[in-house]
């Protein structure tokens, strides 16, 4: 028995609802629906399944034997997701199918990194089943693949954009199981605007690199009262024909023989085994419906396939065949991974970084108070801000003589003259206080001093210190913008 959670806020969730209506072997334990209308029409069309007002009251169902079936990318499912996966170990099964861009279902890779083992995606296209059980009795080697699926005729004769991402992203989870494909060519057929009357996607191998994969021919069109679809398969003596109309009963051909599938609803089917599959080693071995082991799906298969349909637009916009690069997983951890780290181990740098500094410096500082005093108030005019050899002021000192008088006051520190050990420090000393005095300041004759300044050194080195500390945070810092600027839509 399948026991199955169910939030969503697409239409795509609905053949889940038909199949536990098909099925004895799945329940619904609880359900939340997002849109108002969509909750109306599951009202109405399965009255026995339970609807609850909230999505937090899924959680509150939840446990390691209900797995959670998701549909929409909406806040709400996401975080009901990630609030699953705390909670529970069962898999979250995601309907890879929904209104929205493509690119759009790409948002639930926040899911998928917080437990890759339970995310388990699911595709509505409902042929690969069907090509498993057909591929029993064909023996040839596979040279050339022709699939062409055909939408329901509503308003229009044309097909979008969206539709041919939408549909090539559900048929790429059994195409590419044929092999890694390595090039794409994407043609329209009377294209106006961001419709046409036909999508044709060619995938092709590298033979000179050793891919030796079947040229695939992948056409979509809109026509006919019922969706329906036609695949064939060339081999080097046989032909094999497979089509399905309405998602009932595929029918098979090879050559002139003819052999009808008593497979029911091809994407029922297909739902169904992959849960199976999802649902442990035991029940994977299991044989489905259909008397074929079909294997589960990883999120990983998704991005894979997201990456083949960004390449047949790139391909469809320059009007030329497009090299398909994929990213491979390894390389996407490994970066995580080292970024990770980098950054773990910079901030404890820095942590450790500042307080060593920190208490180095209360240990080694050769600096008495007096002196601190007045270098954090600037109340110190070395000897390099006199004339040489001589007792007045140079530009510089007078400017920083200046700034101290319009900061003297009562409180204010020691001013501090640097010696130079000769005649001249009485000298300067008379200078200061003079041009002090004449300001009508207080206190002058108490508050100037002259003396060496002992552990000059000490604050360069302090400088030095810091810039050790912090300079490794900074070069993490721009790598990330660099990063950002880059890449600006990764």
């Not at 106006?192 to 030796?212: I, M, S």
């Not at 294997?295 to 065949?321: F, H």
């Not at 790598?479 to 600006?488: G, H, Y």
């Amino acid at each position: 028995m399948i026991q199955l959670l169910i939030v969503a806020s697409d239409p795509s969730i609905l053949p889940v609802f038909n199949l536990v209506v098909a099925s004895p072997q799945i329940q619904i334990a609880g359900a939340w629906i997002e849109d108002g209308a969509l909750r109306a029409e599951i009202r109405k069309l399965f009255p026995d399944v339970k609807l609850l007002d909230r999505w937090d009251q899924i959680i509150e169902q939840a446990n390691n034997e209900r797995s959670l079936c998701i549909a929409g990318v909406i806040d709400d499912i996401i975080t009901a997701a990630k609030q699953f996966l705390h909670v529970s170990k069962a898999p979250v099964f995601v309907i890879t199918e929904q209104r929205g861009p493509v690119s759009e279902l790409f948002r639930l890779m926040a899911i998928w990194q917080e437990a890759p083992q339970q995310i388990v995606p699911l595709f509505t296209s409902g042929v690969f089943g069907a090509i498993q059980l057909a591929l029993q009795s064909f023996s040839d080697p596979v040279q050339r693949i022709e699939f062409h699926r055909t939408l329901r005729k509503e308003n229009s004769t044309t097909i979008t954009l969206h539709e041919m991402d939408h549909a090539l992203l559900q048929d790429l989870e059994w195409i590419t199981r044929f092999g890694e494909y390595s090039h794409v060519t994407t043609l329209l057929t009377a294209q106006q605007a961001q419709a046409a009357v036909e999508a044709n996607v060619t995938l092709k191998g590298d033979p000179e690199k050793g891919n030796h994969v079947p040229e695939l021919r992948w056409i979509l069109t809109r026509q006919g009262e019922l969706p329906h679809w036609k695949l064939r398969i060339f081999g080097e003596s046989n032909t094999l024909t497979l089509a399905c109309e309405n998602q009932h009963e595929p029918f098979l051909q090879v050559n002139d023989h003819t052999e009808t599938f008593p497979i029911g609803n091809t994407v029922q089917e297909d739902l169904f085994s992959a849960m199976q599959a999802a649902l442990g080693a035991e029940m994977a071995a299991q044989q489905t419906w259909m008397n074929v082991a079909i294997r589960r799906s990883s999120w990983m298969e998704v991005v894979r396939n997201g990456e083949i349909g960004a390449a047949a637009r790139r391909s469809l916009d320059r009007k030329r065949t497009i090299p398909i690069h994929f990213e491979e997983a390894s390389e996407r951890s490994q970066f995580k991974s080292q970024m990770t780290a980098i950054g773990c181990g910079v901030l404890l740098w820095v942590m450790f970084g500042i307080i060593a500094v920190l208490t180095l410096a209360s240990i080694i500082d050769p600096r008495d108070r007096e002196y601190r005093n007045s270098a954090s108030a600037g109340f110190i005019i070395p000897q390099q801000e006199f004339e040489t050899s001589g007792s007045a002021l140079n530009t510089d000192g007078q400017a920083r003589l200046q700034w101290i008088i319009e900061r003297w006051s009562e409180t204010s520190p020691v001013l501090l003259i640097e010696s130079t050990a000769s005649e001249l420090d009485q000298l300067r000393e008379n200078n200061v206080e003079k041009i002090l005095l004449e300001q009508d300041l207080r206190d002058v004759n108490s508050k100037c001093v002259v003396r060496p300044l002992t552990g000059k050194w000490f604050e360069r080195a302090l400088w030095l210190a810091w810039a050790i500390v912090f300079l490794p945070l900074v070069a993490v810092l721009l790598a990330q913008f660099l990063l950002v600027v880059a890449r600006p839509n990764s």
